[in-house]
């Protein structure tokens, strides 16, 4: 089965810090994704990777950046917190671009 | 479907009985769609995916049906038990594209 492991299931910040979301995926897939979750608002993409140390915006990069050093780890930054960015984080890859991602259990981010 | 404000469509059922779940989609040029599912808790789960050169695909006890004509895609869950309780998700992606959009979901809740 493949597995999408977030370093976090849950983290609590203050605002100003500078955050890091892990993320390892065990299928040598070549994409990997970051989403946030939000009631109302569903799932949104920050940013995804098609490979290593490549990096494209999503819908919502603003306050973000990412990291892809190995293929099998995506990280998530956020430069510097803020309470708008409370939220559940969810990583995400996929063999293809043609095939289903799969998810890990998700960070639920709380900046306080 | 689409949701209001914070709130989920929703879903009420009966033990034993068949859901149908729907979603409504606005890109004519996507090819591929999934549905997921979400318990509480958790990250999304792959259940079944179809190709825009299907109208139709059956898994275990789920059948996708897709109308591209009127931008329509429905998840059926044969005899639906408790543990099918959760939130379902459709996402759909364009030829090529990595991005996939998702909706804004639908609670479905099983009652004994």
């Known amino acids: 089965d493949v597995k999408v492991t977030q370093s976090s299931r849950y983290l609590v910040k203050r605002t100003g810090e500078k955050v890091f979301l892990e993320c390892v995926q065990d299928?040598?897939?070549?994409?990997m994704f970051w989403y946030r979750q939000d009631p109302g608002l569903g799932l949104r993409l920050i940013y995804f990777?098609?490979?290593?140390?490549?990096?494209e915006k999503g819908d919502i990069p603003e306050g973000y950046s990412v990291s892809r050093e190995k293929k099998e780890r995506f990280s998530l930054i956020l430069e510097s917190a803020s309470t708008n960015q409370t939220s559940m984080y969810l990583c995400?890859?996929?063999?293809?671009?043609?095939?289903?991602?799969?998810f890990g259990q998700g960070t639920r981010l709380t900046v306080v | 479907g689409e949701s209001v404000g914070l709130h989920l469509p929703t879903l009420s059922v009966q033990e034993g009985d068949n859901s149908i779940i729907n979603c409504a989609y606005s890109?004519?040029?996507?090819?591929?769609f999934i549905w997921y599912k979400q318990e509480s808790g958790k990250g999304p789960q792959f259940i079944i995916d179809?190709?825009?050169?299907?109208d139709k695909r059956q898994g275990q006890r789920v059948t996708v049906l897709l109308n591209k004509t009127v931008k329509h895609l429905s998840l059926q869950i044969a005899a639906t038990q408790p543990g099918d309780s959760a939130v379902y998700f459709c996402?759909?992606?364009?030829?090529?594209?990595?991005?996939?959009?998702f909706g804004k979901g639908t609670l479905l809740t099983v009652n004994p």
């Open positions: 995400a890859s996929s063999y293809r671009v043609d095939t289903e991602a799969f």
């Open positions: 299928m040598d897939h070549e994409n």
């Open positions: 990777s098609y490979d290593v140390k490549m990096k």
């Open positions: 890109n004519s040029a996507s090819d591929y």
């Open positions: 179809i190709r825009s050169n299907m």
């Open positions: 996402a759909e992606k364009g030829w090529r594209n990595y991005k996939l959009t």
